[in-house]
Every structure is written in structure tokens, then in C-alpha cells.
């Protein structure tokens, strides 16, 4: 069973910096793909950030592009998200999400093509 343990949200005053952490279980974490997701309140699940399972691409939702960065480290079976310029509407809270099926082609921003999940960590953006 895969199970992902995100970390890492918090308060932070707009402008600010958050690193987010995704910490994965078992030994295949390196032949999958993974994203980022976040739901605010009142709002459905929407993609932020994913990353091909080698790392050779990443791709962006476009109201994050250019202010955060989806990294992995395989070696340590980590993902993480850098938020840099952060926004009250980046209010949310987000998830890590890793792809159903392994060595999986271009990235896929529909969380239908995501079978596990983390429980989440809030990231709140005071103005």
C-alpha cells in the first residue's frame, strides 16, 4: 500500500515562502509520476504543479507559473514543492498525489489520472 505524507503548510503573509514536503512509502516511488493539488473552501480540486517520474519535465498550472518550483528526490522517495510570492489566493489546502500507472508519458493535470493521495496539508495566505 503507498501511502504519502505531505508537510510543510502553514500562515504566511503574502509575498511570502512555503516549502512543501511529500514524503512516499515503498520502493517504486522513482518510476512514477507525481503532483501537486490544492482545494480551497467552497472550490473543487484543481492541479498546481506535476513532475514526470525521471524529473526530465515538470509542468505548471498557469496562475503559479513562474513563482513555484515541483522538485523531486528520488533517492530519499521525496517530493516537494517551493512556493515562492505567495498570494491570499493560494489559500488552500494541498495535496501530493502519485500517477496509477508507472513510467507514465506526458504529464496529466486531471486527478483522475492520480490513484493515491495524501491527507493534505492547509497553506493559508494572510493579505
Known amino acids: 500500500q503507498v501511502q504519502l505524507e505531505e508537510s510543510g503548510g502553514g500562515l504566511v503573509q503574502a509575498g511570502g515562502s512555503l516549502r512543501l514536503s511529500c514524503a512516499a512509502s515503498?520502493?517504486?516511488?522513482?518510476?512514477?509520476?507525481m503532483g501537486w493539488f490544492r482545494q480551497a473552501p467552497g472550490k473543487e480540486r484543481e492541479f498546481v504543479a506535476g513532475i514526470r517520474w525521471s524529473g526530465s519535465s515538470t509542468s505548471y498550472a498557469d496562475s503559479v507559473k513562474g513563482r513555484f518550483t515541483i522538485s523531486r528526490d528520488n533517492a530519499k522517495n521525496t517530493l516537494y514543492l517551493q512556493m515562492n510570492g505567495l498570494k491570499p489566493e493560494d489559500t488552500a489546502v494541498y495535496f501530493c498525489?502519485?500517477?496509477?500507472?508507472?513510467?507514465?508519458?506526458?504529464?496529466?493535470?486531471?486527478?483522475?489520472?492520480?490513484?493515491?493521495w495524501g491527507q493534505g496539508t492547509q497553506v493559508t495566505v494572510s493579505s
Open positions: 515503498g520502493r517504486t516511488f522513482s518510476t512514477y509520476g
Open positions: 498525489a502519485r500517477r496509477r500507472t508507472p513510467m507514465s508519458g506526458p504529464i496529466s493535470s486531471s486527478q483522475y489520472d492520480y490513484a493515491y
